[in-house]
């Protein structure tokens, strides 16, 4: 059959994301990747630390989502041929959702049967499951859960090219991702654009992150012989598969969370494939830019089990693995990307079948099994040529037809550079119409100044944009609080906090804002002074009675501050926060340090087990908040072992669990 593009609607069980958040998006982000210490070559050439942000800044968080499944749809787009059928979802970041193999009758992907939020991303709302392309800052992409530019056109001999885009904001750059599965062929193509069009040297992070389906003895098979990790004193290298070692080749040799950042052999292939026991299952192969490639291993313990469930439909679903490839070697660092330069590079992904004898045999022999087997299907000069042809029939050429529109950054990002005299971001992409967010930054370009008092609907954090503000604060935006705040919060963003902190009190010396006073909670926070963080945080609340962001940020800063009696009180002048899980869990451990176990453990357990819709990867305060209620009397026959339900220790084993 010819290729065919089309569209459909993909229907699922869902959780509802619900708004953005409307407190100014300053708080630190825990961010798993981040180290500053290694134990490392000499020679390996590691961007170790280079380009990490401390947070999500100018971008809201996504944080007012459940875990109540209802029926839930997507507008999905199609690509298929007689091989293969790829499911994308745009409004989902540009998410593979599914690529099903038609002649083995099998998904390639980890495919999940819901849709679940989870505090993974940058932003916090993720979801597992398909392909995710991150592009920006470290870590699942600030897109993730939102549309994105979607488009369609046609190589010259007439197979449909989907095309995905947007504009990224903390980099200041441009991505387009072009997708196309020609008739005869048994891969997709995912043809990548980066665009740093800035006068200034950007950290690029690219990764393609894929789920795979957690088989039993699956093998994942790269051409490396070790691999970096980390652990607590940092990064270092491990063998893949050492005499008389486990061989973590294997993700069922990994008994806890673990990345490994494969080591690829000089002149090797750029591939990564994961096969099951039969020599059978997915392949990502691309062109030499894309030099990195990741496993990563959710563990074998409870923690582990309860993680994956957590993310899908519950017990028993979502077991799975994550391959990944991306522009670094490993994701404990960016890659410098130089100014006006765009890099490009060709992805595929299909199926891989391996005899299974070579497929596990040992090391060096699977890895070159697999290695020939890529050469075979997918030559390495074919697809540079592949990625050079396309690059004026394609990648820089207009779509023939827009079929959805992304967020408008990108469009007023070109109405900035045509007031200043620049050339234009992009100029084949069509990034839609301006919204509201956007509306607000055109009344400033062309006044030098915010309107009204009202609540601020969205930050900058560009260079070009902290300039104007600058030079509005210095003259026709000297006596506004609006311009002030905007300052204060982009040099708390960029760890000023005696510049932020004078920016901010200014800001409140014209005008009782809540933004700002949000704002200075987060400088008193960094600075240790938890007290007066809860205070400030407290006041930022108390002007948004109706506001359950500012409410949620005021408990959290109280609980951190051991203000229990006091975060007691204000729940109980805020009952609409009774539903929200997080601010209940709070609750209970005010309530355990107040003397009021029996009513804590009761909270806790109440209707099967409280649950937090927006956990942080990593985080175990539930677990450890049940753990320290654990030898009180039990009540209504409530097990003294640690249920499942509150485990998400991901490096305890079993034989720990009551520690």
């Known amino acids: 059959m010819a290729t065919t593009l089309t569209t459909e609607t993909l229907r699922l069980p869902g959780a509802r994301l619900g708004p953005e958040s409307s407190v100014p998006p300053v708080a630190r982000m825990r961010n798993l990747q981040q180290t500053a210490r290694a134990d490392v070559d000499e020679d390996d050439g590691l961007f170790l630390g280079y380009g990490f942000i401390p947070g999500s800044f100018p971008y809201p968080y996504q944080d007012n989502y459940n875990r109540t499944l209802e029926d839930c749809s997507f507008r999905s787009v199609v690509l298929e041929n007689r091989y293969l059928k790829a499911v994308f979802v745009p409004e989902l970041g540009g998410r593979l959702w599914s690529l099903y193999d038609k002649e083995a009758h099998r998904d390639l992907l980890f495919t999940n049967p819901v849709f679940r939020p989870g505090n993974l991303a940058i932003r916090n709302a993720w979801f597992s499951g398909g392909v995710e392309f991150n592009c920006g800052p470290v870590g699942h992409h600030p897109h993730t859960c939102e549309p994105i530019g979607c488009a369609e056109l046609a190589l010259p001999d007439g197979t449909p090219v989907l095309r995905l885009y947007e504009f990224e904001r903390i980099r200041s750059m441009a991505y387009q991702m072009d997708f196309f599965l020609p008739e005869e062929s048994r891969f997709l193509y995912a043809r990548m654009r980066l665009c740093n069009e800035t006068p200034r040297v950007i950290p690029a992070y690219w990764w393609s992150n894929i789920a795979v389906p957690a088989y039993s003895g699956g093998r994942v098979l790269v051409s490396a012989d070790e691999a970096f990790s980390q652990n607590k004193q940092g990064v270092y290298k491990l063998p893949v598969a050492p005499e008389g070692g486990p061989d973590i080749s294997y993700p069922e040799h990994t008994p806890d969370s673990h990345d490994y950042f494969w080591n690829v052999r000089p002149g090797a292939r750029k591939y990564i494939a994961h096969v099951g026991q039969d020599g059978y299952g997915l392949l990502q192969c691309s062109t030499d830019r894309l030099q990195g490639r990741k496993l990563f291993v959710w563990g074998q313990y409870p923690g582990s089990r309860r993680w994956q469930e957590f993310l899908s439909g519950g017990a028993g679903q979502g077991y799975y693995h994550e391959l990944q490839a991306g522009l670094g070697r490993t994701q404990y660092e960016c890659v410098p990307m130089p100014p006006h330069t765009s890099w490009e590079w060709l992805e595929a992904y299909g199926a891989v079948q391996l005899e299974p004898a070579e ?99 969205s930050y900058m954090l560009q260079p070009e944009w902290v300039a104007l503000l600058k030079a509005s604060a210095a003259g026709a935006g000297h006596w506004s609080w609006a311009v002030h705040t905007h300052l204060g919060l982009c040099a708390l963003a960029a760890d000023d906090l005696d510049g932020a902190h004078a920016a901010l009190s200014r800001a409140l010396s014209l005008h009782a804002a809540p933004e700002a006073f949000f704002g200075m909670a987060v400088c008193e926070e960094l600075s240790g002074r938890t007290g ?27 609980h951190k501050a051991g203000q229990h009696g006091r975060l007691l009180q204000f729940l109980a002048q805020r009952p609409e926060l009774s539903e929200d899980g997080r601010t209940r869990m709070y609750q209970a451990s005010a309530l355990l340090h107040t003397g009021q176990a029996a009513q804590a453990r009761r909270l806790l357990c109440a209707d099967g087990g409280l649950e937090l819709p927006d956990l942080r990867e990593g985080e175990t305060t539930i677990t450890e908040l049940w753990l320290s209620l654990k030898d009180l009397p039990a009540e209504n026959g409530e097990t003294e072992t640690l249920p499942s339900f509150f485990d998400f220790r991901l490096h305890t084993a079993p034989e720990e669990e009551n520690t």
């Open 359 to 457: 497929a596990h045999g040992s090391w060096p022999a699977a890895y070159a099994a697999a290695e020939r087997f890529v050469n075979g299907a997918l030559p390495a000069g074919g697809m540079e040529l592949l990625l050079r042809e396309t690059r004026n029939t394609a990648a820089k050429r207009p779509a023939m037809r827009q079929l959805s529109y992304g967020s408008g950054w990108g469009t007023l990002e070109n109405i900035r550079r045509a007031a200043q005299g620049e050339p234009p971001l992009s100029p084949h992409l069509d990034f839609g119409p301006l919204h509201a967010a956007q509306e607000y930054w055109r009344a400033f370009l062309e006044t030098g100044d915010f309107p009204g008092s009202g609540p601020i609907p």
């Open 532 to 558: 007066s963080a809860a205070d400030y945080a407290l006041r930022a609340a108390v002007l948004r009675p109706h506001d359950r962001s500012y409410a949620r940020a005021a408990a959290e800063r109280m």
